[in-house]
């Protein structure tokens, strides 16, 4: 961004009404003018009408064969508790061959139905049972699958919990990134009720357990702000080894939302909470347990590298070269991708980034659509770059509209080379 563009966008970035209109109207002024083509660091492999979905997890299997996919059965439009989205996977020479696993009527266009691996050989999706929302767990292989009765948003690397919320709650303070099913969690009139909030689930067991309840949250180092705000949490990971879960912690006012970063220690029963103000947007974990997110720290927006789950020593990445809002993925422990959302000419961009030397390297520069771009908050429809990372780190793949459709993208990297 600009200096006028991050100005305006500091300005209305918690008010996200605001923001939504002011992109709007901003992009359709350069809509008028000339554009460019996409460009990309080596030709990508399109599946037309999959997308994955969010940036926190890795769609590829643990050999890097396979890749976890969506598939849309429907036109360009809100889906409705009707409407099947196919889960599936692309594998065999250039990950040409579909095999569908299974259907959900539980989903969003950012979110996904949350589809991920589950331990080797097995995945698992949330699904819409009756009138509430579950997941599914499926041995790829065997097509044997067995229901576990909450949704889930973020399986451990052993494949042994997940991490479940109330999407009902965040669908409504969050809206496109919930189910329009309800739950029995969601207590929807108050503003921080104790008997919601994260929860931790045995898949194993079906059982699940109340980690940190939302009244806690809100009592957790209070803000002034957060007394009369409806509270919600959302964005979860685990972190490589297990033993932590970090999360969003969302407070909503009228048409303001604020954030901030909490990591649950599994072993000690603790949290961290990070030393932000107001703004956390996105992050992820690497191997060594640090974690990269964009959020606001000394009054500065920026990419920040936490050392540790503490979160008490970080440092910036890549700025003020790297400057706007992204969703990351780490490469290796000491590189990550990062997307940026479309600039005024429609354009987002994937990028390399060195945490310990601040080098970016440029690796798709690519075209979306102004049908494509959500046209309200109701209507959030808009396709994120999401970039996702295979553990060799020799694939990456991102969701993209440059085809003219939603569009799975597999693209292979090659070493240090970008676009120059």
């Known amino acids: 961004m600009n200096k006028i563009e991050s100005f305006v966008y500091r300005l209305v970035k918690n008010n996200y009404v605001v923001k939504n209109a002011v992109r709007n109207i901003y992009q359709g002024f350069y809509d008028i003018l000339p554009n460019y083509d996409s460009d990309f660091v080596s030709q990508p492999i399109v599946r037309k009408n999959c997308f994955f979905g969010f940036h926190d997890l890795d769609p590829f299997s643990a050999d890097d064969k396979c890749v976890l996919s969506n598939r849309l059965t429907i036109p360009l439009r809100m889906p409705t508790k009707d409407d099947v989205l196919e889960v599936g996977m692309w594998a065999g020479p250039d990950f040409g061959e579909w095999t569908k696993i299974g259907e959900t009527r539980a989903w969003n266009y950012h979110k996904g139905c949350r589809l991920q691996w589950a331990g080797r050989g097995r995945c698992i999706y949330n699904v819409a049972d009756g009138s509430r929302v579950k997941s599914e767990m499926v041995d790829v292989a065997s097509r044997e699958s067995r229901r576990i009765d909450w949704p889930i948003d973020s399986v451990s690397p052993d494949g042994r919990f997940a991490t479940s919320f109330s999407y009902e709650r965040l669908q409504q303070f969050m809206p496109g ?9 969601s207590f ?18 079906n059982s699940r357990t109340l980690l940190v309840d939302l009244a806690e949250l809100a009592a957790f180092r209070h803000e002034a702000d957060m007394g009369d705000a409806h509270h919600f949490v959302t964005h979860t990971e685990f972190s490589h080894d297990g033993r932590y879960v970090a999360f969003l912690h969302r407070w909503y006012k009228g048409v303001r939302r604020k954030t901030r970063l909490i990591v649950y220690d599994l072993h000690e029963k603790q949290m961290y909470v990070s ?36 979160m008490d020593r970080y440092k910036r990445c890549g700025y003020p070269k790297l400057n706007s809002d992204g969703h990351h993925h780490f490469v290796t422990d000491k590189e990550f991708v990062v997307d940026t959302y479309p600039d005024k000419y429609r354009h987002a961009r994937i990028y390399k980034v060195n945490v310990e030397t601040d080098e970016v390297c440029l690796l798709a520069n690519v075209r979306s659509y102004k049908k494509f771009a959500s046209p309200t908050i109701y209507k959030h429809w808009s396709c994120d770059l999401h970039p996702r990372c295979s553990s060799d780190g020799k694939w990456l793949c991102f969701d993209s509209v440059f085809p003219g459709e939603r569009s799975l993208c597999i693209m292979r990297l090659d070493g240090n080379v970008g676009i120059q």
């Open 177 to 185: 990134y919930g189910y329009v099913y309800g739950d029995a969690d």
């Open 275 to 310: 030393p932000t103000t107001g703004m956390v947007s996105h992050y992820c974990w690497n191997n060594a347990n640090g974690i990269v997110a964009y959020c606001r720290i000394d009054d500065v927006d920026s990419h920040v590298y936490f050392y540790g789950p503490a």
């Open 188 to 205: 929807l009139g108050e503003l921080a009720p104790a008997s919601t909030g994260l929860f931790l689930v045995d898949l194993e067991g």
